[in-house]
Antibody
Framework: EVQLVESGGGLVQPGGSLRLSCAAS????????MNWVRQAPGKGLEWVSY????????YYADSVKGRFTISRDNAKNSLYLQMNSLRAEDTAVYYC?????????????WGQGTLVTVSS | EIVLTQSPGTLSLSPGERATLSCRAS???????LAWYKQKPGQAPRLLIF???SRATGIPDRFSGSGSGTDFTLTISRLEPGDFAVYYC?????????FGQGTKVEVK
């Protein structure tokens, strides 16, 4: 069974940093492209970042470029999101999301999400 | 960045009725790389359609996707109680994916 379990969310002050982790199981992690997608409270979905299976290719939304860094450790079946210079508008549930096999883009599995709150 | 505009914002229908949801892109979506998701309160989204018209695994044929270029449609032929939710479109034809703002399908 495919499982994606996020951790690392919490309350952080504006300008602070946080590192999110996603533990993957039930599939060959290195064979899949992965993403972070977020959802502000009561709002819609916003794609944040993408990473290829090897980790060599990365994309970012303009809203987080230069502040967030996506990475993965295929030996540990883990995905990460390092978030720096956090702003109030980064407050959201952050989902770890797996791309559909053989494609880049559509997400077929999502974690349960971890809440990040940026507030003083 | 490609902006996706979904309409209507809210659709009020009864079980058994047909739902037609629209997603319009600000520029042509490359290779019709357009997906649809359903999200219920407190849950993660679920993939319904990818590549504009291909149903994801386990999705009943009541759900169908159509369209190309800048205009896409999700049709639910006969609404069942579990279909009342928020639906999002997503384009993945560029290196910066975007979602629409969502259409809420509610019970009339």
């Amino acid at each position: 069974e495919v499982q994606l379990v996020e951790s690392g969310g919490g309350l952080v002050q504006p300008g602070g940093s946080l590192r999110l982790s996603c533990a993957a199981s039930g599939f060959t992690f290195s064979s899949y492209e992965m993403n972070w997608v977020r959802q502000a409270p009561g709002k819609g979905l916003e794609w944040v970042s993408y990473i290829s299976g090897s980790g060599r290719t990365k994309y970012y939304a303009d809203s987080v470029k230069g502040r967030f860094t996506i990475s993965r450790d295929n030996a540990k079946n883990s995905l990460y999101l390092q978030m720096n210079s956090l702003r109030a508008e980064d407050t959201a549930v952050y989902y770890c999301a797996r791309d559909l096999a053989g494609t880049t883009g559509p997400v077929d599995y999502w974690g349960q999400g971890t809440l990040v709150t940026v507030s003083s | 960045e490609i902006v996706l505009t979904q309409s209507p914002g809210t659709l009020s229908l009864s079980p058994g009725e047909r739902a037609t949801l629209s997603c319009r892109a600000s520029q042509s979506v490359s290779n019709n790389y357009l997906a649809w998701y359903k999200q219920k309160p407190g849950q993660a989204p679920r993939l319904l359609i990818f590549g504009a018209y291909s149903r994801a695994t386990g999705i009943p044929d009541r759900f169908s996707g159509s369209g190309s270029g800048t205009d896409f449609t999700l049709t639910i032929s006969r609404l069942e109680p579990g279909d009342f939710a928020v639906y999002y479109c997503q384009q993945y034809g560029s290196s910066a994916w975007t979602f629409g703002q969502g259409t809420k399908v509610e019970v009339k």
